[in-house]
């Protein structure tokens, strides 16, 4: 029974490229999550997903950043043209349907690094 | 109204000791109170989890205390061991909602 996956686990950009981060949820999730956290701080929340929808982005900032869910295949976050307050890392967590949500699962983590 | 305070931000106790982390809150739509564990490297894992219409929660050595009055919440490890040795988040999610709110996060440090 697998965890949340995600991949890549340590991702190097320069400033301006873009980053794509990928979360696979528990088998039978439907619910995904994107926190960020930064150096010594704790997790904030960035975005809640469904299959082909975004619930509540009220974490994300407002300039490139996006994220999706589709029908088939893994959650993306996207970071575009990146720079280095953007070096994180990134957690995606699921949750199942029709069940206490509150529930939480995490993923491993990518720790993104701009250079 | 969203913030989720935690304290202390580290912590050494000894091995067999009593480990004690607190959160305090501010907003009452609160509904859910979950604590992880998180290892260096690694992502956050589920510790135990409580909600407000019950004052303790027990599962092996770890406890929860609640106490909805003062707005307040804490973790107490048992017999602490080494392997313990970790940052301990406290988190809350608003009832009707999804997203966690995180406090700042203990580095416990269990010694020999």
């Known amino acids: 029974n697998a965890g949340v996956m995600q991949n890549p686990r340590h991702l190097v950009r320069r400033r301006g490229q873009e980053a794509r981060l990928r979360c696979s949820p528990m088998k039978g999730h439907s619910h995904v999550y994107w926190y960020r956290q930064l150096p010594e701080e704790g997790l904030k929340f960035m975005v809640y997903?469904?299959?082909?929808?975004?619930?509540?982005e009220s974490g994300m900032p407002k300039e490139r950043f996006s994220a999706e869910f589709p029908k088939e295949g893994p959650s993306i976050l996207r970071i575009q043209q990146v720079v280095r307050g953007d070096s994180a890392a990134y957690f995606c967590?699921?949750?199942?349907?029709?069940?206490?949500?509150?529930?939480?699962?995490f993923g491993p983590g990518t720790r993104l690094l701009v250079l | 109204q969203q913030q989720v305070k935690q304290s202390p931000q580290s912590l050494i106790v000894q091995k067999g000791g009593i480990s004690i982390i607190n959160c305090a809150y501010e907003n009452t739509a609160f509904d859910y109170f979950p604590w992880y564990q998180q290892f260096p490297g690694k992502g956050p894992a589920l510790l135990i989890a409580?909600?407000?219409?019950?004052s303790e929660k027990k599962e092996g050595r770890f406890t929860i205390s609640f106490n909805k009055s003062a707005k307040q919440f804490s973790l107490h490890i048992m017999d602490s061991q080494p392997g313990d040795s970790a940052t301990y988040f406290c988190a809350a999610r608003r009832g009707g909602g999804n997203k966690l709110t995180f406090g700042t996060g203990t580095q416990l440090k269990v010694e020999l």
């Open positions: 967590a699921s949750s199942p349907p029709n069940r206490d949500i509150g529930t939480q699962y």
């Open positions: 997903l469904q299959k082909e929808n975004i619930i509540d």
């Open positions: 409580i909600r407000p219409d019950v």
